[in-house]
């Protein structure tokens, strides 16, 4: 494998760990409009890194589709609104890490989210110099194998990798035709990866040693 000259990053599992947050958004979304479901942390820890039409499905349904993401909707702008707030807790060595890598590569993070919870994470996290860019899901409802590239030739990325931790991110890059690199601290867990890091500062350390 030739030596990157971006990395680009998962966040949720990846970077942080904002489940906590998450059920809170769907359960306030909940309460408000009297659905009697209550999410809890390990449910939605098994479906984190899922598009939000799949999303809205497993976690709702008995709801037709067009309610179901008007629910979703209210619970990405509840989300936006208690993030700044509750935030998430970041892994061990990913702020310092993030910033020491972007003085050797392009940083870029993208995920499977809504829109504006990336800069929020970006904005909690302190690393907003660290990233060259991000995109999320949210932003035009395709898969992250069709953002990756987007990314790619946005900043004519000659030898990009993408950071995660779950197999459909294992997937979604190889159908990117870059190198995927896993995180097994996270969310998920995939035998299909090109460098496998089970902490934070030994992917650091193996990126700014290249």
Not at 12 to 25: F, I, K, M, N, P
Not at 144 to 161: C, E, F, G, P, R
Request: charged share 20%.
């Amino acid at each position: 494998m030739q030596k990157p000259d971006s990395l680009i990053f998962d966040m949720d599992g990846t970077l942080w760990d904002a489940v906590d947050t998450y059920a809170s958004s769907w359960n306030l979304i909940f309460e408000k409009l009297a659905i009697n479901r209550i999410i809890g942390r390990d449910e939605l820890m098994g479906l984190m890194g899922m598009e939000g039409k799949k999303l809205t499905k497993a976690l709702m349904p008995d709801f037709d589709e067009n309610r179901a993401q008007e629910i979703y909707m209210d619970v990405n702008e509840t989300r936006r609104q208690i993030l700044p707030i509750s935030g998430g807790n970041m892994y061990s060595g990913v702020t310092e890490g993030m910033r020491l890598l972007a003085s050797k590569y392009k940083v870029f993070i993208l995920s499977n989210c809504a829109v504006g919870i990336i800069p929020l994470f970006i904005a909690w996290a302190g690393i907003g110099d660290s990233i060259t860019d991000y995109i999320a899901y949210g932003e035009n409802y395709m898969p992250k194998h069709h953002n990756i590239q987007l990314l790619i030739d946005k900043h004519q990325l000659k030898s990009a990798v993408y950071v995660g931790d779950t197999q459909g991110d294992a997937e979604q890059t190889r159908m990117a035709g870059i190198p995927f690199i896993f995180v097994s601290y996270g969310f998920g867990k995939t035998d299909d990866y090109e460098h496998k890091f089970n902490d934070f500062e030994s992917l650091t350390s193996y990126y700014m040693g290249l």
